[in-house]
């Protein structure tokens, strides 16, 4: 059964860091592109940044180019999103995505 | 950005009722490689997305018949049938042919 269980969130103040982790089960890591996606309060969904396979391309939503950072693991079947200079419309919950399976979702709550 | 824009916002139906979400892209969705990108995802209350059908018409696994998905270049419609309690949330298009992938605002789904 393919999993993919995020964690890391919490609430930051603007301006600090953060970074997320999900960690996949159930199938072949390496052998794909997996991708995060966010969903502010009550609204919709948000792609945010994506990663290939072997993590040698990223791709990111201008918002976030030049503050985030997609990256991956594959011995540990693992990816992250390193969530720097943050500001309040960052705040949303984060979802780590293989498109076709879900996470649960992380909630990042970006306040003073 | 490809602009997904979806209509209606809402719908109201009944159980065993019959409906449709409209999904029109601002630019052709049919990829370089010949495939067409477009996915429509189901948001129940308090869940991650799922995935309802992806290039277009194809059901993901697990997906009733009750849901069919038709189009093509820029048009596209997902058609839920003999609806039921469980087909209720919120429903999203999204296409992944150009970057930025971009969803559609989504569609809430209610019971009449």
């Known amino acids: 059964e393919v999993q993919l269980v995020e964690s890391g969130g919490g609430l930051v103040q603007p301006g600090r860091s953060m970074k997320l982790s999900c960690a996949a089960s159930?199938?072949?890591?390496?052998?794909?592109?997996m991708a995060w996606v966010r969903q502010a309060p009550t609204k919709g969904l948000e792609w945010v940044a994506t990663i290939s396979y072997d993590g040698s391309s990223t791709y990111y939503r201008d918002s976030v180019k030049g503050r985030f950072t997609i990256s991956r693991d594959n011995a540990k079947s693992t990816l992250y999103l390193q969530m720097n200079s943050l500001r309040s419309e960052d705040t949303a919950t984060y979802y780590c995505?293989?498109?076709?399976?879900w996470g649960q979702g992380v909630m990042v709550t970006v306040s003073s | 950005d490809v602009v997904m824009t979806q209509t209606p916002v809402s719908l109201s139906v009944s159980l065993g009722g019959q409906t449709s979400i409209s999904c029109r892209s601002s630019?052709?969705?049919?990829?370089?490689?010949?495939?067409?990108?477009l996915y429509w995802y189901l948001q129940k209350p308090g869940q991650s997305p799922q995935l309802l059908i992806y290039?277009?018409?194809n059901r993901f696994s697990g997906v009733p018949d009750r849901f069919s998905g038709s189009g093509s270049g820029t048009d596209f419609t997902l058609k839920i049938s003999r609806v039921e309690p469980e087909d209720l949330g919120v429903y999203y298009c999204y296409q992944g042919t150009h970057y930025p992938p971009t969803f559609g605002a989504g569609t809430k789904l209610e019971l009449k």
């Open positions: 995505t293989r498109g076709a399976y």
């Open positions: 630019q052709s969705l049919v990829h370089s490689d010949g495939n067409t990108y």
């Open positions: 290039k277009v018409s």
């Open positions: 159930g199938f072949t890591f390496s052998n794909y592109g």
